[in-house]
């Protein structure tokens, strides 16, 4: 079984920083792209970042600049460096795995519980 485990959410002042981890367990032998989707209260989940096996990313213009996505595939895991965070940045961060390879099968997506992240102006 595949598991997401986000953490690093929590309360910062516009124009602060923050940094989300997100670790993969279970036995994975390859995951094709990791990425990070947020949903504030009210909104649709929307793509912040995403990042495949060989590194190229993809960015959602609202972040651009600001935000960078990284991850290490050794250990599986992904992050999101945050900067210059403004409150609409405020939402629930959730971790996306997709095409997971496992032992026995390939796990199409898999979804972290998600973190809150909350920007105070």
């Known amino acids: 079984q595949v598991q997401l485990v986000e953490s690093g959410g929590g309360l910062v002042q516009a124009g602060g920083s923050l940094r989300l981890s997100c670790a993969a367990s279970?036995?994975?032998?390859?995951?094709?792209?990791m990425g990070w989707y947020r949903q504030a209260p009210g909104k649709q989940r929307e793509l912040v970042a995403t990042i495949t096996s060989d590194s190229s990313t993809n960015y959602a213009d609202s972040v651009k600049g600001r935000f960078t996505i990284s991850r290490d595939n050794a250990k599986n895991m992904v992050y999101l460096q945050m900067n210059m965070l403004k409150p609409e940045d405020t939402a629930v961060y959730y971790c996306?795995?997709?095409?997971?390879?496992?032992?026995?099968?390939?796990?199409?997506?898999?979804w972290g519980q998600g973190t809150l992240v909350t920007v105070s102006s």
């Open positions: 996306n795995a997709d095409r997971v390879q496992t032992l026995s099968r390939i796990v199409l997506e898999v």
């Open positions: 279970g036995i994975i032998k390859r995951i094709n792209a």
